[in-house]
């Protein structure tokens, strides 16, 4: 069992950064690929970003050049560094963990339960 804790979310204006954490219980962090998904209101959940155990990435291409996962498994955490923001990127960010290093959101085993990220314009 892996419990998932997000932090790091807030108001920002248009153009600024802000950094996402996911803390995860357990000794097995390093077992598990992380992603990262957002949700704005209205719309359905979508991929950000993943990292493998490996530290492999992947982003979906609206984040590509702007946002970085990485992970710290001395910490048991990863994160997600967004650095110029858009009015489009306002969501609730959500972090998953699975075995598998996947981009469909249907296959995640475990969620934190997400943080708000609102960015105004």
């Known amino acids: 069992q892996v419990q998932l804790v997000e932090s790091g979310g807030g108001l920002v204006q248009a153009g600024g950064s802000l950094r996402l954490s996911c803390a995860a219980s357990?000794?097995?962090?390093?077992?598990?690929?992380m992603g990262w998904f957002r949700q704005a209101p209205g719309k359905e959940r979508e991929f950000v970003a993943v990292?493998?155990?490996?530290?492999?990435?992947a982003y979906t291409g609206s984040v590509m050049g702007r946002f970085t996962i990485s992970r710290d498994n001395a910490k048991n955490t990863v994160y997600l560094q967004m650095n110029s923001l858009k009015p489009e990127d306002t969501a609730v960010y959500y972090c998953?963990?699975?075995?598998?290093?996947?981009?469909?959101?249907?296959?995640?085993?475990?969620w934190g339960q997400g943080t708000q990220v609102t960015v105004s314009s």
């Open positions: 998953a963990a699975d075995e598998r290093a996947t981009t469909n959101s249907n296959f995640y085993t475990y």
């Open positions: 357990g000794r097995t962090f390093n077992r598990y690929a």
């Open positions: 990292i493998s155990r490996s530290g492999d990435s």
